[in-house]
């Protein structure tokens, strides 16, 4: 399956189970066919499915049926095939690989049966907008007003233009067919780098096992977004280029290496963080080869990494400049964020909706089991594997755990930044994690102790892999798809939303600076193609029109407001009616707050299906003065 | 020789076939299978030209797979470099001639492969000891059956789960919108689309109640009707016309719908804003 030979494979493999000493018993799953283990998870998905049903047919989240169906399918999935790589009992390769497929199908099926009509994952609307609009512009880097760094990433963008332009299916459709194969891609090529690696398909079959742990990897990942195709891309880099330090023959090195070169480009076009994460994921490899005297192999990482760093420079300094100023508030808040904890304050990382206390414990017994993994991992590794350079690169790399929970808890977005970075941060932390619980699962004790504490492991696994769920995405008051909840992300987004922002596109043409609610938002950038505002409370919060008020929307140049009758009637499940506000709503708006532009004078009324409205306020000259 | 090259007569007959299906307007199954099969022939036939070494099937397949997602990055920005303009017809081009080439490609590199070094091989009758190998499970006509149907389950939830998301009960609606006729007058970057003063309008009703439905639309200026339309629309279908249109704050434009066979109750209204002094009745 792997190859063998050069630098890195003449260092010993990575210990297997022992077998000098029997196992009194293995657990029951180790014993069921990978066969029949396919088809419980396959039957998972169909219990999870008919959970979303149980949401569509009304109660959507708070249904307590629904949500227990749904966790019910999920353990399903998880647990069999959990249970069975976690077992000590041999398996082939191939077995091994056909539970990773099943179990990143199965998750992705979940994904697309959550809204198998069209994309209403908020991000996946900007990259259906860039689609689109290369579609019909024919141009590469076509301004896409939700999106306007990725403009200078179109990657994604081309993939799915060509399979639509052979195939002729839709948008949706083509969309997840790329993330689908892009996502399947990027797990598999994970493994295969921890096999060329690690030399175990058992271990590494654990440490992806431990990767589905991480909290974007399900949701976000496996979403229609540049990141998605990028992290495929990664993977093959990694595998490639541990291929093109390992192959016995000249001429296999070069062909490895012509791949891994073809990856990074496609990495740097595709995706900003991932080219980023790449070439630090190389230089990591490289100085930990230079370290572990393996001078071959750091030749070839230092080579790659040095191709990568130069393609990134080239590409922001001739195509993506604005990469600069896009990362440049995050990294000022990163900085405030961290500097704010080195001092002993409190990281001020504003409050999000609050969890229920279930997802929150499971989240803090999460981080610490994987902390105590990552320190027993480092503690086998450096026992045993200290002169492997990967494993040696992987004990550097799991530093970024102890980083990400820094951001987490101390910076402003820290939820959300750490969740995206875990996407990454977990490849080292999977390594050391799985070299920890082979340790353990194959420990004397646990040996005599038997299937009791194989099965408190196995346990311990699979809460992991449900914290990864339950604090990933989508959040728990979404959880199963349902009724309409105002400015709450998916949940906002129906067959009006759409309809509605369709019609700004086709009368009033792209591009128009609309205020609308967090709900509406994002629909309006992606279907609408209109540059809907950020930070427009203000447009909301008064019963009358006021001359501050037109004076600020004068600013900044609203043209067109959104209103809709359902803000008055529910609070946002997500915390705030408006994009860009970060003050958490107590209070539902007022009827008088959306109903004042129909007693502007001035202000035309130019669309109403009953519910949501738009009033155009500058078509008459503009924003009036007078109150 | 011929079976060594089967696979290259068959990719490249899917890039040709895919070809011609785009070109002919092929039905639209047909069109998906083969634009399937022309997407992903250059990542296989490219993946044959550059790692000709023996890859496990599972290995051929990953790389293939990944080689078809990156040709049309890289094609698309050697295109945008050509300033050849990227619409369906291109991108079609771009995978036929990637395919072709890819074959040109493989037949190449196989005329002048050597013979594997008997070293490489994992034989054990070549020179390195064969890796030890884990016990095949072997795929039972049973296992094959358990595994088909895991798939048929599995593909079962998402029709399954289309059907349903069909099925959910959203309010039906209807769109009313008054829409000025204006041009965009070239914007300045950071600021939006300045527009034309606009002397007309666009009036349209679309109906997504779910079913067909009738409509009265009156059209007021200064409170006064001044036309009036009976409407009638099957679901998802839309009414529009174009309409005189002033923005003279003294004339009050406004349309007043009403769903039949109510019309007394304004369902909806859309005005150019002068403020709301005429109310309608």
């Given at each position: 399956m792997v190859a063998m030979g050069g630098s890195l494979s003449s260092r010993p493999a990575v210990r297997g189970p022992s077998r000098?000493?029997?196992?009194?018993?293995?657990?029951?799953?180790?014993?069921?066919?990978?066969?029949?283990?396919?088809l419980i998870a396959a039957l998972g998905v169909l219990v999870s499915s008919l959970a979303y049903a149980d949401g569509r047919a009304g109660a959507g989240s708070s249904s307590g049926t629904g949500v227990a169906l749904y966790w019910v399918g999920q353990v399903m999935i998880l647990l069999p095939i959990g249970g069975r790589l976690l077992s000590r009992r041999q398996m082939s390769n191939g077995e091994t690989v056909t539970l990773i497929v099943a179990l990143t199908v199965a998750e992705y099926l979940l994904k697309i049966n959550y809204s198998p009509l069209g994309f209403t994952f908020n991000d996946e609307f900007l990259h259906y907008r860039g689609t689109t609009n290369m579609l019909d512009s024919g141009k590469l880097f076509e301004p896409n007003l939700g999106l306007p760094i990725g403009t200078h990433y179109p990657g994604i963008e081309e993939v799915t233009s060509a399979l639509i332009s052979a195939t002729g299916l839709p948008v949706f459709e083509s969309g997840l067919i790329v993330v689908g194969v892009a996502h399947l891609?990027?797990?598999?090529?994970?493994?295969?780098?921890?096999?060329?690696?690690?030399?175990?398909?058992?271990?590494?079959?654990?440490?992806?096992?431990?990767?589905?742990?991480a909290p974007a990897l399900t949701s976000f990942n496996s979403m229609f977004v540049y990141e998605t195709l990028a992290l495929a891309f990664l993977g093959m880099c990694i595998v490639a280029a541990l291929r093109s330090a390992t192959e016995k023959s000249l001429s296999d090195r070069r062909r490895w290496f012509i791949i891994a070169v073809l990856c990074i480009l496609a990495t740097v076009i595709t995706h900003h963080i991932t080219s980023y994460m790449l070439t630090g994921f190389l230089i990591l490899v490289?100085?930990?080869?230079?370290?572990?005297?393996?001078?071959?192999?750091?030749?070839?990482?230092?080579?790659?990494?040095?191709?990568?760093?130069?393609?990134?420079?080239?590409?922001?300094?001739?195509?993506?400049?604005?990469?600069?100023?896009?990362?440049?508030?995050?990294?000022?808040?990163?900085?405030?964020?961290?500097?704010?904890?080195?001092?002993?304050?409190?990281?001020?990382?504003?409050?999000?909706?609050?969890?229920?206390?279930?997802?929150?414990?499971?989240?803090?017994?999460?981080?610490?089991?994987?902390?105590?993994?990552?320190?027993?991992?480092?503690?086998?590794?450096?026992?045993?594997?200290?002169?492997?350079?990967?494993?040696?690169?992987?004990?550097?790399?799991?530093?970024?755990?102890?980083?990400?929970?820094g951001i987490r808890l101390g910076t402003p977005d820290g939820q959300e930044l750490a969740g995206r970075a875990a996407t990454f941060v977990y490849i080292p932390v999977s390594v050391l994690a799985a070299l920890a619980l082979t340790k353990l699962v194959n420990s004397g004790p646990v040996r005599r102790m038997g299937a009791a504490v194989t099965a408190v492991i196995l346990t311990s696994v699979v809460a992991l892999l449900v914290d990864g769920l339950a604090n990933g995405w989508p959040p728990f008051w979404e959880r199963l798809p349902g009724p309409h909840l105002v400015s709450s992300f998916e949940s906002s987004v129906g067959p009006e939303e759409i309809a509605a922002s369709n019609w700004t596109l086709k009368y009033l043409g792209p591009g128009n600076y609309i205020a609308a609610d967090a709900g509406t938002y994002p629909v309006l950038l992606g279907y609408g193609d209109q540059d809907a505002l950020q930070v427009i409370t203000y447009l909301y919060t008064t019963p009358t029109w006021s001359p501050a008020v037109a004076g600020h929307a004068a600013g900044q140049n609203v043209q067109y407001v959104e209103t809709d009758t359902r803000l008055t009637q529910l609070l946002p499940a997500a915390g705030n009616y408006f994009p860009g506000d970060i003050t958490f709503a107590t209070q539902k708006l007022t009827p008088a707050d959306l109903n004042k532009y129909n007693n502007i004078p001035g202000v035309s009324r130019i669309f109403d299906d009953g519910t949501i409205r738009y009033y155009d306020l500058v078509t008459l000259g503009y924003v009036p003065q007078k109150p | 020789m011929y079976r060594r090259s089967l696979d290259i007569f068959l990719a490249g007959a899917a890039a040709l076939l895919g070809g011609a299906a785009y070109e002919l307007h092929a039905p639209g199954p047909l069109q998906v299978v083969l634009g399937i099969a022309l997407f992903f022939a250059p990542g296989y036939l490219w993946s044959e030209a550059i790692l000709s070494q023996r890859l496990t099937g599972l290995e051929r397949v990953m790389t293939s797979a990944g080689i078809a997602l990156i040709l049309p990055i890289l094609g698309g920005f050697l295109f945008y470099g050509l300033k050849i303009p990227l619409f369906r017809s291109s991108w079609v081009g771009l995978l036929v001639v990637l395919t072709l080439l890819g074959v040109v490609a493989v037949a190449v590199q196989r005329l002048r492969e050597v013979p594997p070094d008997p070293r490489d091989s994992p034989d054990p009758r070549g020179g390195r000891?064969?890796?030890?190998?884990?016990?095949?499970?072997?795929?039972?006509?049973?296992?094959?059956?358990?595994?088909?149907?895991?798939?048929?389950?599995?593909?079962?939830?998402?029709?399954?789960?289309?059907?349903?998301?069909?099925?959910?009960?959203?309010?039906?609606?209807?769109?009313?919108?008054?829409?000025?006729?204006?041009?965009?007058?070239?914007?300045?970057?950071?600021?939006?689309?300045?527009?034309?003063?606009?002397?007309?309008?666009?009036?349209?009703?679309?109906?997504?109640?779910?079913?067909?439905?009738?409509?009265?639309?009156?059209?007021?200026?200064?409170?006064?009707?001044?036309?009036?339309?009976?409407?009638?629309?099957?679901?998802?279908?839309?009414?529009?016309t174009t309409i005189p249109y002033t923005t003279d704050d003294k004339y009050l434009i406004r349309a007043n719908l009403y769903m039949l066979p109510d019309t007394k109750t304004v369902y909806r209204y859309v005005d150019n804003g002068p403020g709301n002094k005429y109310t309608a009745k």
């Amino acid at each position: 399956m792997v190859a063998m030979g050069g630098s890195l494979s003449s260092r010993p493999a990575v210990r297997g189970p022992s077998r000098t000493e029997p196992a009194r018993e293995a657990s029951a799953l180790s014993r069921v066919p990978v066969s029949v283990i396919t088809l419980i998870a396959a039957l998972g998905v169909l219990v999870s499915s008919l959970a979303y049903a149980d949401g569509r047919a009304g109660a959507g989240s708070s249904s307590g049926t629904g949500v227990a169906l749904y966790w019910v399918g999920q353990v399903m999935i998880l647990l069999p095939i959990g249970g069975r790589l976690l077992s000590r009992r041999q398996m082939s390769n191939g077995e091994t690989v056909t539970l990773i497929v099943a179990l990143t199908v199965a998750e992705y099926l979940l994904k697309i049966n959550y809204s198998p009509l069209g994309f209403t994952f908020n991000d996946e609307f900007l990259h259906y907008r860039g689609t689109t609009n290369m579609l019909d512009s024919g141009k590469l880097f076509e301004p896409n007003l939700g999106l306007p760094i990725g403009t200078h990433y179109p990657g994604i963008e081309e993939v799915t233009s060509a399979l639509i332009s052979a195939t002729g299916l839709p948008v949706f459709e083509s969309g997840l067919i790329v993330v689908g194969v892009a996502h399947l891609l990027f797990i598999l090529f994970l493994y295969l780098a921890f096999c060329v690696a690690i030399r175990s398909h058992r271990i590494a079959g654990i440490g992806m096992l431990i990767y589905f742990t991480a909290p974007a990897l399900t949701s976000f990942n496996s979403m229609f977004v540049y990141e998605t195709l990028a992290l495929a891309f990664l993977g093959m880099c990694i595998v490639a280029a541990l291929r093109s330090a390992t192959e016995k023959s000249l001429s296999d090195r070069r062909r490895w290496f012509i791949i891994a070169v073809l990856c990074i480009l496609a990495t740097v076009i595709t995706h900003h963080i991932t080219s980023y994460m790449l070439t630090g994921f190389l230089i990591l490899v490289a100085i930990a080869s230079r370290l572990t005297g393996s001078r071959n192999t750091a030749a070839r990482f230092g080579v790659l990494a040095t191709i990568s760093a130069v393609s990134v420079f080239c590409w922001i300094f001739f195509i993506a400049r604005d990469t600069i100023s896009y990362f440049a508030p995050t990294v000022q808040g990163l900085a405030q964020g961290l500097q704010s904890l080195r001092k002993g304050g409190s990281g001020a990382a504003p409050v999000t909706a609050t969890s229920p206390f279930s997802n929150t414990l499971i989240g803090a017994i999460g981080i610490l089991v994987i902390s105590l993994l990552i320190v027993v991992g480092v503690w086998q590794a450096w026992r045993r594997h200290r002169r492997h350079p990967w494993i040696f690169g992987m004990m550097l790399g799991s530093l970024g755990w102890f980083v990400d929970i820094g951001i987490r808890l101390g910076t402003p977005d820290g939820q959300e930044l750490a969740g995206r970075a875990a996407t990454f941060v977990y490849i080292p932390v999977s390594v050391l994690a799985a070299l920890a619980l082979t340790k353990l699962v194959n420990s004397g004790p646990v040996r005599r102790m038997g299937a009791a504490v194989t099965a408190v492991i196995l346990t311990s696994v699979v809460a992991l892999l449900v914290d990864g769920l339950a604090n990933g995405w989508p959040p728990f008051w979404e959880r199963l798809p349902g009724p309409h909840l105002v400015s709450s992300f998916e949940s906002s987004v129906g067959p009006e939303e759409i309809a509605a922002s369709n019609w700004t596109l086709k009368y009033l043409g792209p591009g128009n600076y609309i205020a609308a609610d967090a709900g509406t938002y994002p629909v309006l950038l992606g279907y609408g193609d209109q540059d809907a505002l950020q930070v427009i409370t203000y447009l909301y919060t008064t019963p009358t029109w006021s001359p501050a008020v037109a004076g600020h929307a004068a600013g900044q140049n609203v043209q067109y407001v959104e209103t809709d009758t359902r803000l008055t009637q529910l609070l946002p499940a997500a915390g705030n009616y408006f994009p860009g506000d970060i003050t958490f709503a107590t209070q539902k708006l007022t009827p008088a707050d959306l109903n004042k532009y129909n007693n502007i004078p001035g202000v035309s009324r130019i669309f109403d299906d009953g519910t949501i409205r738009y009033y155009d306020l500058v078509t008459l000259g503009y924003v009036p003065q007078k109150p | 020789m011929y079976r060594r090259s089967l696979d290259i007569f068959l990719a490249g007959a899917a890039a040709l076939l895919g070809g011609a299906a785009y070109e002919l307007h092929a039905p639209g199954p047909l069109q998906v299978v083969l634009g399937i099969a022309l997407f992903f022939a250059p990542g296989y036939l490219w993946s044959e030209a550059i790692l000709s070494q023996r890859l496990t099937g599972l290995e051929r397949v990953m790389t293939s797979a990944g080689i078809a997602l990156i040709l049309p990055i890289l094609g698309g920005f050697l295109f945008y470099g050509l300033k050849i303009p990227l619409f369906r017809s291109s991108w079609v081009g771009l995978l036929v001639v990637l395919t072709l080439l890819g074959v040109v490609a493989v037949a190449v590199q196989r005329l002048r492969e050597v013979p594997p070094d008997p070293r490489d091989s994992p034989d054990p009758r070549g020179g390195r000891p064969a890796p030890p190998r884990a016990p095949r499970s072997g795929l039972s006509a049973l296992n094959l059956f358990v595994y088909g149907l895991a798939a048929v389950v599995a593909l079962g939830t998402v029709a399954f789960s289309v059907k349903n998301a069909e099925a959910q009960k959203y309010p039906g609606l209807t769109e009313l919108g008054m829409a000025p006729i204006q041009k965009n007058v070239v914007a300045k970057p950071g600021l939006p689309p300045q527009k034309s003063i606009p002397t007309q309008a666009v009036l349209s009703v679309i109906n997504n109640q779910g079913v067909a439905e009738e409509y009265q639309l009156k059209l007021l200026k200064k409170g006064k009707v001044i036309k009036t339309w009976p409407i009638t629309l099957g679901d998802g279908q839309t009414w529009q016309t174009t309409i005189p249109y002033t923005t003279d704050d003294k004339y009050l434009i406004r349309a007043n719908l009403y769903m039949l066979p109510d019309t007394k109750t304004v369902y909806r209204y859309v005005d150019n804003g002068p403020g709301n002094k005429y109310t309608a009745k």
